[in-house]
């Protein structure tokens, strides 16, 4: 299995469980685990060694403020900017959650996570409040925020498109000294009050970001921040037959949507019959190693 989508099964693997359960299913993670020491998959065991002593200190140490956040959805994308730039606004856009929102510097106060549904799968956003200058220092709690978004698969950078750029210049000082390296797309807030040259600006204040802009008054401007959202992912939808997509990292492989599935139905998988765009025609039988399409249906066959 890719070692990409090995992590991204582990992370499965480990939604919604906490505790002496958490500890047992890394447990059982590791010693599946090849044990290389170095490459990707020596990689992988060291984040989840890093997951089973965090978890052990949880179980230590009951903190009524802990603003760890669990995982949900098949990608974990935060949104990360500087204070009162429209992020509780556009995460309350995108989801049903309900969030304090106001014309004021640190309306939110703790990670927020939210689920959305794009192109059918859940992802989930996790908006964090907004970030100082000396963030990486510890300076108003950002050891812990930036400890949130380190674990997160990606981040959205978010910054009103009228305001100044000084302050998304020290986000991104503070990150680089974090040594936080994520996939990211810029996303120029409350586009709907900004002028053409207001959003110019900073799109050429990051150059090697995608440049999204968003306004929660904009139906079809949200439409595009979620496709940008699904490009941030890398995911790949696979179809299984009357069920919900299953979302995974290419290359995706028969075999990759049986194990996501039960690893029982993997170890008994012989191939699969597949309708959509890796098909030279609609139920085609295909091998287990055959590499997936976005937008396929498969349906599994087992012994």
């Not at 009357?242 to 290419?250: G, K, N, Q, R, W």
């Amino acid at each position: 299995m890719p070692h990409r989508t090995q992590l991204q099964v582990i992370k499965r693997r480990l939604v919604g469980k906490e505790g002496s359960e958490r500890v047992r299913e890394l447990r059982s993670i590791l010693a599946e685990l090849p044990n290389y020491r170095s490459g990707p998959y020596a990689d992988i065991r060291k984040w989840v060694n890093a997951q089973l002593e965090e978890t052990r200190m949880r179980g230590r140490v009951v903190h009524r403020d802990s603003i760890a956040v669990r995982r949900e959805g098949a990608a974990q994308i935060v949104l990360v900017g500087p204070p009162n730039s429209g992020k509780s606004s556009l995460l309350q856009a995108l989801s049903n959650v309900q969030i304090k929102t106001g014309d004021y510097a640190f309306t939110t106060t703790r990670p927020v996570p939210a689920l959305t549904r794009i192109r059918g799968v859940l992802v989930q956003l996790v908006e964090i409040p907004g970030l100082i200058e000396g963030a990486s220092d510890g300076r108003g709690g950002g050891r812990a925020l930036l400890g949130v978004l380190r674990d997160a698969d990606a981040m959205v950078l978010c910054h009103d498109a009228s305001a100044p750029l000084d302050e998304l210049e020290t986000i991104r000082r503070e990150l680089d000294a974090a040594g936080i390296e994520l996939p990211s797309i810029l996303a120029a807030t409350k586009a709907d009050e900004a002028s053409p040259a207001g959003i110019e600006r900073l799109g050429a204040a990051l150059p090697e970001l995608e440049l999204v802009t968003v306004s929660v008054l904009d139906e079809a401007s949200l439409d595009a921040f979620r496709e940008a959202v699904w490009r941030l992912t890398g995911l790949v939808r696979i179809f299984l037959r009357d069920e919900e997509p299953v979302a995974l990292y290419p290359p995706a492989s028969v075999l990759d949507v049986a194990h996501t599935i039960h690893h029982e139905l993997a170890e008994s998988c012989r191939g699969a019959r597949v309708w959509g765009p890796s098909a030279r025609f609609e139920g085609q039988r295909v091998g287990r190693d055959h590499v997936l399409a976005d937008g396929d249906t498969v349906e599994i066959v087992g012994r």
